[in-house]
């Protein structure tokens, strides 16, 4: 594919739906609206939105028995005959989010009806990053914000409008705790000082990265949570190098999304408030949230700090120079070609 070829039928697919689908149009239009805010740490910041029409996805239900109970709004056959797509490899089909956080955002279904679980499509997830530069490809898992976890699919929005990508530059020199690297990939980690726990990687090679998220991902399954370890998954593609961010996951939900009264806020932490931006569709919550109480629902959300320590041990005696630990053969199998 045409690097550039994509994202060209992309923006045209935004422009044209947000023109003939009344729906997609007036929530693109909304968000011109939506009220924000910054709350700023020790060289890092969170930015709020208060975005009224995310309460779909913000207060989804996800339990078995709900899911079984509603038809799948991303197979074909269920979707708004208005809504159109783009083919992309020739098993997804991209679409436009019509409950958007961004003026592009957009989510690319398998055209399978098959669960969110991302190791077999980690591969799919690079080429789309590649193809899409201006976005972020994001996963969440289906305990970690995936409002249709029993359909898999990755969602895209504008990468510039993740506070994350502003605070990097800065806070890894400063915070961040090298784990590996070679001559394509680096690996480092953030910590408590920046609220998540977090595995950063940044790598010019597809198999490569892939090789090094596969790691990672059955060191989680060690954590014997039930199903797909819990997890956030970021990436992007820029002057020829994929970065990516692994957020592990503790909890889908913090005690203060199920609280009655004053104590309740309706916030459901996805990627996309992982990387820093913090969803929230009740006025009521976006005008009380703090500092104090951003800091202990990622506290609560994120891996906690022993098992991230453990995990970072397992991450730098997984490569060459003590492949006894993590054996490269081990993964070989599960590495797509990157053609």
């Given at each position: 594919m045409i690097e550039g070829s994509l994202e060209r039928k992309v923006n045209e697919l935004i422009d044209r739906q947000t023109q003939e689908w009344e729906l997609a149009k007036a929530n693109y239009t909304g968000l011109e609206k939506v009220e924000s805010k910054t709350f700023h740490f020790d060289g890092f910041c969170i930015m709020a939105q208060f975005n009224p029409e995310r309460i779909r996805s913000s207060g989804a239900k996800t339990d078995a028995e709900s899911i079984q109970a509603r038809a799948c709004f991303l197979c074909a056959d269920n979707r708004p005959a208005v809504q159109r797509g783009i083919d992309f490899l020739g098993k997804y089909i991209?679409?436009?989010?019509?409950?958007?956080i961004f003026p592009q955002h957009?989510?690319?279904?398998?055209?399978?009806?098959?669960?969110?679980e991302i190791e077999p499509y980690l591969a799919d997830m690079l080429k789309l990053s590649q193809a899409l530069p201006g976005?972020?490809?994001?996963y969440n898992g289906p305990k970690c914000g995936a409002s249709a976890p029993d359909h898999f699919h990755f969602q895209a929005g504008n990468k510039r409008l993740l506070p994350v990508y502003h605070d990097l530059e800065t806070i890894v020199p400063r915070l961040g705790e090298l784990l590996f690297q070679d001559e394509t990939t680096v690996i480092h980690a953030l910590g408590k000082d920046f609220l998540r726990n977090v595995l950063l990687y940044s790598s010019t090679s597809p198999v490569s990265l892939c090789h090094h998220l596969h790691v990672a991902l059955d060191a989680l399954k060690e954590r014997g949570q039930e199903g797909e370890p819990m997890l956030n998954l970021l990436v992007n593609f820029e002057d020829g190098r994929w970065q990516a961010l692994l957020f592990p996951r503790d909890q889908q939900r913090p005690w203060q999304y199920f609280a009655e009264g004053p104590a309740r806020i309706l916030m459901s932490p996805?990627?996309?408030e992982m990387a820093g931006l913090v969803i929230l569709p009740r006025k009521e919550d976006f005008d009380k949230l703090t500092n104090e109480n951003l800091a202990d629902i990622y506290q609560q959300v994120t891996i906690n700090q022993h098992e991230f320590d453990l995990l970072k041990v397992r991450i730098k005696n997984g490569f060459p120079g003590n492949q006894q630990a993590f054996g490269r053969e081990k993964f070989t199998n599960k590495i797509d070609r990157y053609e």
């Open positions: 991209i679409l436009i989010n019509p409950y958007p957009l989510t690319v279904a398998l055209k399978e009806h098959l669960p969110q976005f972020t490809v994001f996805a990627s996309v």
